[in-house]
């Protein structure tokens, strides 16, 4: 793990104490205040699951009156998926993915003079395809949008308002499998070395430490930490949907209880701003942003994710094996996890340097 070189606010609490304080009830028992909390049920929700409720409302809202006014074609076909995706509980991003990918499609074969998605051909998926390309959109974004409309065009021909022979054989990219960007360690160490606020240095050392997911770390409440033991417990992943337990270390910890002492109990949210109940991601990054450019690193390409990147890379590179790794990271398959195994497979590192010793001090018997 790299040593986080910052100065902390001395205090005086442990974990222990901190968490009975937080968690401290008239009548309720230091087990019960220390107990995991119940898992959300439909009586009892968690406050991010209805934040997100509430947002994903007023999304689908805004999503049909905006298609109300345009005058796209089959307006009531699409007004039936966005119904048929917020049935299926998809999140605001998603219902405006959707629908921004469908809204080009349309107005596309509407430029070819096709109103109806019946007329519809694999010849005019293509060609939509190739407008992408030919825009500059990167091959994962026209793949992403190229997965969007399959799974639009199934749901027509199962409604029996396309034919099936637009989704036989469908068309494939050949999409680029990157490897994951962890941040260098030095540039780390000068980054949270610049850290000057509390709240701040809790936020960006959490996603360091733990790994979550940006959103999900913006999701979190006081009571969804369990101080003695140094854990977080997900509820609800941002990504998968699937709840686990993350963990945090000692700087983290540190950290975090002094965020903790400073910031205003009766906030629902961990992370807060003055405008809103839970920080958002655009003031999230925000604040990442600021402290790249306060260390005097190149504001291009660093990202909040590339923290969880690098928190991947120092755990591998520290011993931890894959299947420890995969649940803390919440993959849904290990072939994710297995992409940071190629960034940081220090065997192989140390298995051509051995041999590039070997042809470099006593040279190799051959011809060339």
């Known amino acids: 793990m790299i040593p986080i070189n910052v100065q902390y606010i001395p205090i005086n609490s442990t974990a222990s104490n901190l968490s009975q304080r937080l968690n401290s009830q008239p009548g309720v028992s230091s087990a019960k205040q220390l107990a995991i909390p119940p898992k959300p049920t439909l009586e009892h929700k968690h406050p991010a699951i209805d934040f997100e409720q509430q947002k994903r409302h007023r999304c689908?809202?805004?999503?049909?009156?905006?298609?109300?006014?345009?005058?796209?074609?089959?307006?009531?076909?699409?007004?039936?998926?966005?119904?048929?995706?917020?049935r299926q509980q998809c999140r605001a991003s998603t219902l405006q993915s959707v629908y921004t990918v469908v809204k080009f499609f349309l107005r596309f074969i509407?430029?070819?003079?096709?109103?109806?998605?019946?007329?519809?051909?694999?010849?005019?998926?293509?060609?939509?395809?190739?407008?992408?390309?030919?825009r500059g959109a990167k091959i994962t974004t026209v793949g992403l949008r190229l997965m969007t409309l399959n799974t639009f065009f199934r749901f027509l021909v199962d409604e029996g308002r396309m034919q099936e022979k637009v989704l036989s054989h469908k068309i494939r990219l050949?999409?680029?499998?990157?490897?994951?960007?962890?941040?260098?360690?030095?540039?780390?160490?000068?980054?949270?070395?610049?850290?000057?606020?509390?709240?701040?240095?809790?936020?960006?050392?959490?996603?360091?430490?733990?790994?979550?997911?940006?959103?999900?770390?913006?999701?979190?409440?006081v009571q969804d930490i369990v101080m003695s033991e140094k854990k977080i417990l997900i509820y609800e992943a941002r990504k998968t949907g699937v709840g686990r337990v993350v963990y945090f270390s000692d700087d983290a910890l540190q950290a975090l209880e002094q965020w903790l002492h400073k910031r205003d109990a009766s906030q629902p949210f961990l992370f807060y701003s003055k405008q809103n109940p839970r920080l958002t991601y655009a003031a999230a990054r925000s604040i990442f942003m600021k402290y790249v450019r306060k260390a005097g690193l190149p504001s291009q390409g660093y990202t909040l994710h590339r923290l969880r990147h690098s928190f991947a890379s120092e755990l591998?590179?520290?011993?931890?094996?894959?299947?420890?790794?995969?649940?803390?990271?919440?993959?849904?398959?290990?072939?994710?996890?297995?992409?940071?195994?190629?960034?940081?497979?220090?065997?192989?590192?140390?298995?051509?340097?051995?041999?590039?010793?070997?042809?470099?001090?006593e040279g190799i018997d051959g011809h060339y």
Not at 60 to 86: A, C, I, N, T
Not at 206 to 221: D, K, P, S, V, W
Not at 331 to 350: G, Q
């Open 60 to 86: 689908f809202e805004r999503l049909l009156m905006h298609l109300g006014q345009s005058d796209l074609p089959e307006k009531e076909v699409v007004k039936l998926y966005l119904q048929h995706k917020y």
């Open 110 to 134: 509407q430029q070819k003079g096709k109103t109806t998605l019946q007329e519809v051909t694999r010849q005019d998926v293509e060609a939509f395809i190739e407008v992408q390309q030919d």
């Open 174 to 221: 050949k999409l680029p499998d990157v490897l994951p960007r962890a941040i260098d360690p030095e540039c780390l160490k000068r980054l949270t070395g610049s850290i000057s606020h509390v709240r701040d240095r809790a936020l960006i050392l959490l996603l360091l430490r733990t790994g979550m997911r940006i959103g999900e770390l913006l999701n979190t409440r």
């Open 316 to 361: 591998l590179n520290a011993g931890m094996r894959l299947e420890c790794l995969q649940p803390l990271l919440g993959h849904t398959h290990i072939e994710m996890t297995r992409r940071y195994a190629r960034l940081t497979d220090k065997s192989r590192e140390e298995e051509y340097f051995r041999a590039m010793a070997i042809i470099e001090q």
